[in-house]
């Protein structure tokens, strides 16, 4: 409940930032399944499953905690031998998801009541009273905070439907948006952006680790057990391993043991980070750092960044501080075709943040944006001694007073005014800064 309660908190107050990216509806899927197919095989509920290959442009996590809330709501409220169906389908520029059960159903008058706060959905006509009564109020905020919306339909004793919407992602960018065509999978795939397993036997810490990592540069994989971890570890070599101690089937010390043994995965370092405290035997048996959860965000990474840096591949880290979500997805899609690793954020507030935990090669910086401005912005980046030789891009179509262009000569690298050319002007004033990444040069010589 506490949890329930600081992420609505949060959303509330505007500080649950969301990181939202492009990728693929059936990506997420089988991790929300793993959590919920228990309780639907106890009750013998079948899920049922219609997802066409779409993209969305979300939080990543986010997204798959809306799908947990929902799912999880219609089992809960399935009687046994029901059905479960989720679903979605692409309709003016946004994916539409319904999740729909068997169930008792909601009155019609209770319906709206539902996504308040600490009503629970038992209090209507469900007759279940359990859990926070937060969960559906969450999932409405994180909905709409991602620029869609939710809605709920429901027949008493048929069943009831919840259908969200969320902006469509691009899987591939448009030739006219960049000068090189790479599909955006491969040019993560190949960009050089670290990969890290993380291997724990509950999603909630796989996603919390993720959570740290992926801001950070960092792609990542996940295994749930050790076995499957031997095995993605043989297929992928990932560039390190986060590897929890009790995990059901193999031990997590024979996972060492077997990694450490094995010719193609010696070289990989292995992170234990666990409850228990077996730091001596961990690190006989070959890892070399061993961290006791509850672990704290900033010592966790300085432990990657000790054996794996995120800037050792070839992609350049970009920042892009744009208030507006479509020029950031825009922006993202051409520098992912060029090679590069872009990381976006809509506030000066949450690019200082990210600065502070992930280096960066160039910041791409709009002017225009509420609360702090790019002026303030790239005020306080000077400021800063760690920051201050960050070549910072301004990309801008405000009209400039004399005394504003003087200003940005002085702080900013280049100023890139969107006219119809900004595009390409800013690709190319992008790579005069910080170069050409090898992924674009081998894309040309292709």
């Known amino acids: 409940m506490i949890n329930d309660i600081l992420d609505l908190s949060k959303i509330e107050s505007g500080l649950l930032e969301m990181r939202c990216e492009n990728?693929?509806?059936?990506?997420?899927?089988?991790?929300?399944?793993?959590?919920?197919?228990?309780?639907?095989?106890?009750?013998?509920?079948?899920?049922?499953?219609?997802?066409?290959?779409?993209?969305?442009?979300?939080?990543?996590?986010?997204?798959?905690?809306?799908?947990?809330?929902?799912?999880?709501?219609?089992?809960?409220?399935?009687?046994?031998?029901?059905?479960?169906?989720?679903?979605?389908?692409?309709?003016?520029?946004?994916?539409?998801?319904?999740?729909?059960?068997?169930?008792?159903?909601?009155?019609?008058?209770?319906?709206?009541?539902?996504?308040?706060?600490?009503?629970?959905?038992g209090e209507t006509t469900r007759g279940v009273k359990e859990g926070t009564g937060l969960g559906l109020a969450i999932t409405k905020r994180l909905v709409e905070q991602q620029g869609g919306t939710i809605n709920v339909e429901s027949e008493l004793g048929k069943g009831t439907r919840f259908s969200f919407t969320l902006p469509e992602g691009k899987g591939i960018p448009k030739a006219t948006e960049a000068s090189i065509q790479v599909d955006i999978q491969d040019a993560e795939s190949i960009s050089g952006r670290p990969l890290i397993l993380v291997v724990d036997d509950e999603l909630s810490a796989r996603e919390l680790l993720a959570s740290y990592l992926e801001p950070a540069g960092y792609r990542i994989e996940m295994a749930s057990a050790g076995t499957e971890a031997i095995v993605k570890s043989r297929e992928l070599h990932p560039d390190a391993i986060t590897l929890d101690i009790q995990m059901p089937g193999r031990s997590a010390f024979e996972t060492i043991f077997e990694l450490k043994n094995t010719p193609a995965t010696a070289d990989i370092p292995v992170i234990v980070v666990s409850v228990v405290d077996q730091k001596r035997m961990g690190l006989a048996l070959g890892a070399v750092e061993y961290l006791v959860k509850p672990v704290n965000k900033n010592i966790f990474l300085e432990a990657i960044h000790q054996h794996v840096h995120p800037g050792k591949g070839v992609a350049k880290n970009i920042l892009l501080v744009d208030d507006d979500p479509k020029t950031l997805d825009l922006v993202s899609n051409i520098l992912r075709a060029a090679g590069y690793c872009p990381h976006a954020v809509t506030s000066g507030k949450a690019a200082l943040q990210r600065l502070s935990e992930v280096h960066m090669d160039a910041i791409v910086l709009d002017l225009a944006m509420p609360e702090m401005d790019g002026f303030e912005v790239l005020r306080r980046i000077k400021e800063r001694p760690t920051l201050a030789n960050i070549p910072v891009l301004v990309l801008t179509g405000k009209d400039l007073t004399e005394s504003e262009i003087a200003l940005l000569k002085n702080?900013?690298?280049?100023?890139?005014?969107?006219?119809?050319?900004?595009k390409t002007d800013l690709l190319a004033q992008i790579r005069n800064v910080v170069g050409t990444s090898r992924l674009a040069k081998s894309a040309g010589q292709s």
């Open 23 to 121: 990728f693929r509806v059936a990506s997420a899927m089988p991790e929300v399944l793993s959590i919920v197919r228990p309780l639907a095989m106890t009750k013998k509920i079948d899920i049922e499953q219609s997802l066409p290959d779409l993209w969305i442009y979300a939080d990543r996590i986010r997204f798959k905690q809306i799908l947990y809330n929902l799912l999880s709501n219609a089992l809960k409220f399935t009687p046994e031998g029901g059905k479960v169906r989720v679903d979605c389908a692409s309709r003016n520029a946004f994916v539409h998801f319904g999740v729909s059960d068997t169930g008792v159903g909601i009155r019609l008058e209770d319906q709206q009541l539902i996504f308040e706060e600490f009503r629970q959905v």
């Open 411 to 422: 702080l900013a690298k280049a100023l890139v005014r969107k006219n119809d050319s900004w």
